[in-house]
């Protein structure tokens, strides 16, 4: 024990050191967020919104990469279809043809959709994703060629998204001045208990609100989160002359982030579309990411090797201050989250000795440790500096998911160096691997989920007119409980073929269907309608109220 006790406090000055580099960092970043934050209350010019500026549709490709997603790509397809308000745009998913299930579930959304159209790519999978999305815009450029019509923007989606309904139409409107577009992406909301998506939803609110943010505002290059980027043609055509017609690297397991970086240095502008609000729900590309904690380090190993490791290889350490600043916060993680795990496994050995000296009345072995003034002022700051970075966290998460998740984030952040430090040693030792045998680094697949009870739509070949909606009959409305109508603003319009229509003004949140087929039976559809015609039928649904005497 004496020995085990030498050992850990001779850690305690060096994990102190390097917390304090980091928290350092963190801080510089986190005034500098707040200074530019100040500055632009002083001088903030109002932010333009789909419908603000009347600008037409551009032709927009989205393309989907897949790899055994035959059970989530069919009700992504129909719920993003249904919800997205934009009418210019092909949707062209890409599957290998050793996947057969996953081609078939595409094939099934081409029957119902026209613009739905399965790219087959010519080898078997799984390769990388950047491969698979090369072989989809080639087959976006065939059908180009086949329909004699040319995509102004092309826009990267996975088969787990749920795409906000204004989307396209930000990306249509960013794409005026802009070259890359990206749209916040923030996981969606899970129960407390499900912890390893938790930290998901902490460090992805620190993340788009903090990181992302001021990456374009201190010089820096803008990766792409990989879904909701929309990209001009010009610059992804300059990509593809720029790395022998291959837009995406097929050798790289994080070919947003290598994008990003590629466009930023050819000149391209980029722009983060600011975090807000609608209706109380974030403007973001919405997924569930793993929940599990070995899919989580799974995913996290194909980001270090691909940021970290992959883009060290290419790009070594950029050109200019800017460029060398955003590398190290990208990849100081190689050092620091084996650290904080190891920060971690000190801090609990820390407190069992501690607890087990008060049980039995012997000595703590630790209580010896940093008696000199440094040594307690470096601790100390330490501690300061993780608790900041602890509170900023909280914030932001607070900010997105509510008060009551984020005071978990303390928990989550534990489990968070778990997950991180596993991963970083993980990809690590993949790499230094596929380096020695000469062998390439192939798609690390997660599991993928999709929300079970999505926000759903009445297909295009079945809408209920606007005009319609307004003679419901009066049996017909009373259908739902007032109350429950008032909750989720929809209102029922029509009872056909074992389906009740409802309207509303915009599509439903989550847990919407679930409250919902507590009170029918019947399946259910939602239809969405001109503000106006909603409000006016709520309104004739509204119960009289008795007059008291």
């Excluded at 580099?21 to 919104?49: E, I």
């Excluded at 501690?354 to 003034?373: E, R």
């Excluded at 419901?472 to 209102?491: D, F, G, Y």
Aim: one cysteine or more; a positive charge; hydrophobic letters at 40%.
């Amino acid at each position: 024990m004496d020995v085990l006790d030498g050992v850990v406090a001779a850690c305690l000055v060096p994990l102190a050191i390097a917390a304090i580099v980091s928290g350092l960092d963190d801080l510089a970043l986190d005034v500098a967020l707040a200074w530019n934050w100040l500055g632009r209350r002083r001088t903030r010019p109002s932010m333009p919104r789909p419908g603000q500026e009347r600008l037409p549709e551009k032709r927009i490709a989205v393309l989907i990469p897949l790899w055994r997603e035959e059970a989530v790509i069919g009700k992504m397809l129909e719920r993003n279809l249904g919800a997205v308000r934009y009418h210019n745009y092909q949707v062209f998913a890409g599957a290998y043809p050793n996947d057969p299930a996953t081609m078939e579930a595409v094939r099934e959304a081409e029957e119902r959709y026209s613009n739905v159209h399965l790219a087959v790519v010519p080898h078997n999978g799984p390769t990388s994703k950047a491969d698979c999305l090369n072989w989809i815009v080639q087959a976006m450029r065939a059908y180009e060629e086949a329909c004699g019509e040319r995509f102004d923007l092309v826009v990267t989606h996975d088969a787990e998204d749920v795409l906000h309904p204004d989307s396209l139409s930000w990306i249509n409107l960013y794409a005026e001045r802009y070259d890359m577009v990206q749209v916040p992406v923030l996981p969606l909301a899970t129960p407390f208990r499900k912890i390893t998506h938790g930290v998901y939803c902490d460090e992805f609110a620190e993340y788009q609100t903090k990181d992302v943010p001021m990456r374009t505002v201190l010089k820096g290059f803008l990766p792409s989160n990989g879904v909701g980027t929309g990209y001009t043609r010009r610059a992804l055509d300059r990509l593809a002359e720029d790395a022998d017609h291959r837009i995406f690297d097929p050798n790289c397991l994080t070919e947003d982030y290598d994008c990003g970086l590629r466009l930023h240095r050819l000149g391209f502008r980029q722009i983060f579309i600011p975090l807000s609000f609608d209706q109380g729900e974030p403007v973001a590309t919405r997924e569930y990411f793993p929940q599990k904690f070995r899919h989580a380090v799974r995913q996290r190993t194909r980001w270090v090797t691909g940021i970290c490791l992959q883009s060290w290889a290419k790009h070594g350490w950029g050109r200019g201050a800017a460029q060398l600043y955003w590398f190290w916060r990208d990849r100081k993680g190689l050092i620091g989250n084996p650290l904080s795990l190891m920060g971690n496994l000190v801090c609990l050995y820390g407190l069992a000795t501690f607890a087990w000296s008060k049980l039995t009345g012997d000595p703590w072995g630790l209580s010896a440790c940093a008696q000199s003034p440094s040594e307690q002022a470096l601790l100390g700051s330490a501690l300061l500096l993780q608790l900041h970075r602890l509170l900023v966290r909280t914030l932001c998460a607070a900010r997105i998911y509510g008060a009551a998740f984020a005071a978990g984030t303390p928990l989550r952040a534990v489990w968070s160096n778990w997950i991180n430090g596993l991963a970083t040693l993980s990809a690590l030792y993949q790499y230094a691997r596929a380096r020695l045998l000469r062998v390439p680094l192939v798609w690390l697949k997660t599991e993928h989920t999709y929300p079970s009870a999505p926000p759903e739509t009445v297909q295009p070949e079945e809408p209920i007119p606007a005009a319609a909606a307004l003679t419901a009959r009066p049996e017909i409305v009373r259908t739902l409980p007032w109350r429950l109508m008032r909750r989720w603003e929809v209102v029922p319009t029509q009872v056909s073929g074992g389906t009740l229509y409802l309207v509303s003004k915009a599509p439903p949140k989550a847990g919407f269907m679930s409250e919902i087929q507590r009170h029918t039976r019947l399946r259910v559809r939602v239809q969405v309608v001109p503000q106006e015609s909603f409000e006016e039928l709520l309104r004739r649904a509204e119960p009289k109220r008795r007059k008291i005497s």
